[in-house]
């Protein structure tokens, strides 16, 4: 499959594609990540401003999230495989914090600039680990999908057999 025709089923069918793709898994995983980046790079204001920030970040990342990663699958094995990763790792996460910018600005989150450079140090990184998990059908949703656990397993196994 082509990228173009990747996006073009997905614009077809869009409630369909985030019936059966959202990716719960790294919905989660993000929304906790993100949640503690926001939580503690806001919390030497107040305990109270830390759980908003928080709140802020989970309310759109936990949705957000899994519309990204699914993105993400979809385009895994996308042709050219070029432009492919181009969206997966420069495009999504750029879209993403557009949003995460806008609506913790809007929500007036204290030290915006902070948490914002820390979540996007976490996306460099992130992107890339994301792809190359999908890649080996980690992380997925859907069939051929192992559990969280599972996955999460497979990803110490592999990282231990990387080191050695």
């Known amino acids: 499959m082509t990228v173009g025709g990747?996006?073009?089923r997905i614009a077809r069918h869009p409630a369909r594609f985030l019936a059966t793709q959202w990716n719960w898994k790294a919905a989660l995983l993000s929304a906790i990540m993100r949640g503690?980046?926001?939580f503690t790079s806001t919390l030497s204001v107040g305990t109270g401003a830390a759980i908003r920030a928080l709140i802020v970040d989970a309310t759109f990342r936990v949705p957000m999230a899994g519309v990204c990663a699914a993105l993400v699958q979809a385009l895994r094995w996308a042709e050219p495989?070029?432009?492919?990763?181009?969206?997966?790792?420069?495009?999504?996460?750029?879209?993403?914090?557009?949003?995460?910018i806008a609506l913790h600005a809007a929500a007036a989150t204290p030290l915006l600039s902070r948490a914002v450079a820390r979540s996007i140090v976490l996306s460099i990184a992130s992107s890339a680990v994301e792809l190359v998990l999908m890649r080996r059908d980690l992380m997925i949703v859907g069939p051929g999908a192992g559990s969280?656990?599972?996955d999460l397993r497979r990803v110490l196994r592999f990282t231990r057999t990387s080191d050695a």
């Open 6 to 8: 990747e996006l073009g």
């Open 81 to 100: 495989r070029w432009l492919g990763a181009t969206i997966m790792l420069l495009g999504i996460p750029m879209a993403s914090h557009a949003v995460e």
């Open 148 to 150: 969280l656990s599972s």
């Open 36 to 38: 503690a980046i926001f």
